[in-house]
């Protein structure tokens, strides 16, 4: 079964860092295109950065493009999204999107929360 497991959030002041962590298992990593998702109080969910499974061709949202990095490893089965210069507008559960290039299902981690405030 296939399981993500997020990490890394926390609360940090304007203009602060956060790297968070998604952790797969039980499935061949380099088959999935990983994205991360955030969700602000009260919205939808969007998607803020994805990478590609066959390369490490990478796609971001236009507010968080230059600010935020995301990167994966796939020895560790892990992707990476590395946040910087955070924005109170970044404040919110961030989450990790696996799917299968193959069969297109979908799978879900739990979220992290991320806080931006002074």
């Known amino acids: 079964q296939v399981q993500l497991v997020e990490s890394g959030g926390g609360l940090v002041p304007p203009g602060g860092s956060l790297r968070l962590s998604c952790e797969a298992s039980e499935f061949t990593f380099r088959r999935y295109a990983m994205s991360w998702y955030h969700q602000a109080p009260g919205k939808e969910r969007e998607s803020v950065a994805s990478i590609a499974s066959s390369s490490e061709s990478t796609s971001y949202k236009d507010s968080v493009r230059g600010r935020f990095t995301i990167s994966r490893d796939i020895a560790k089965k892990t992707v990476y999204l590395q946040m910087n210069s955070l924005l109170p507008n970044d404040t919110g559960v961030y989450y990790c999107?696996?799917?299968?290039?193959?069969?297109?299902?979908?799978?879900w981690g739990q979220g992290t929360q991320v806080t931006v405030s002074s």
């Open positions: 999107k696996a799917r299968s290039i193959a069969t297109l299902e979908e799978y």
